[in-house]
T-cell receptor
């Protein structure tokens, strides 16, 4: 799996956009970028994923650079409930096989949203 | 949406006893479920892959005789920590991928079960 690098922590004011970066300079052509988050003492929650095009859903937007070596997760209007650890994970997307479902969670970025 | 339920959410037990944690997919069937473990201030680590109707696949370094996994139906996997010791105290989280969903690594996680062994 491609290694990812994320800042240890970030702060964001409530109501403002939170932009969480992730570097994955060794990403392969068939690897996707996934974002999960974990609110304190809960299980992780899937946010969004993409291959090379920018993606948007009801939770967030994912911007992937043209060379795919980095990406940014954008929470457009952060709320206090978005305070969590955010994980950027790079994986191939193949059902079955030995790597299926084996998500490697790094240390992630601790996002603190303050009033 | 897909929901994974874990029970119990918290359990305290004495050293040497066994503890069973249940993981249920409430509104979908899951032929495969995944068990993760998270120690305080650390990230999640995959312990094992639970396969319906067959033996679980354990990650390197995880004792299969200590962490018994049973996946008897398409909606239920159980993790039994046998002869638990204080070092087994951890946050255990299960996950599953809903059938028919397009993302191979889009998993739904349970809320986790916090085990404290005295």
């Amino acid at each position: 799996d491609a290694k990812t690098t994320q800042p240890t922590s970030m702060d964001c004011a409530e109501g403002r956009a939170a932009n969480l970066p992730c570097n994955h300079s060794t990403i392969s052509g068939n690897e996707y970028v996934y974002w999960y988050r974990q609110i304190h003492s809960q299980g992780p929650q899937y946010i969004i994923h993409g291959l090379k095009n920018n993606e948007t859903n009801e939770m967030a937007s994912l911007i992937i650079t043209e060379d795919r070596k980095s990406s940014t997760l954008i929470l457009p209007h952060a709320t206090l409930r978005d305070t969590a650890v955010y994980y950027c994970i790079v994986r191939v997307s193949i059902l079955g096989g030995t790597s299926y479902g084996k998500l490697t969670f790094g240390q992630g970025t601790i996002l603190t949203v303050h009033p | 949406g897909a929901v994974v339920s874990q029970h119990p959410s918290r359990v305290i037990c004495k050293s040497g006893t066994s503890v069973k944690i249940e993981c249920r997919s409430l509104d979908f069937q899951a032929t495969t479920m995944f068990w993760y473990r998270q120690f305080p201030k650390q990230s999640l680590m995959l312990m094992a892959t639970s396969n319906e109707g067959s033996k679980a696949t354990y990650e390197q370094g995880v004792e299969k005789d200590k962490f018994l996994i049973n996946h008897a139906s398409l909606t239920l996997s159980t993790l039994t920590v046998t002869s638990a010791h204080p070092e087994d105290s951890s946050f255990y989280i299960c996950s599953a991928r809903p059938r028919g969903f397009s993302g191979a690594n889009v998993l739904t996680f349970g809320a986790g079960s916090r085990l404290t062994v005295l």
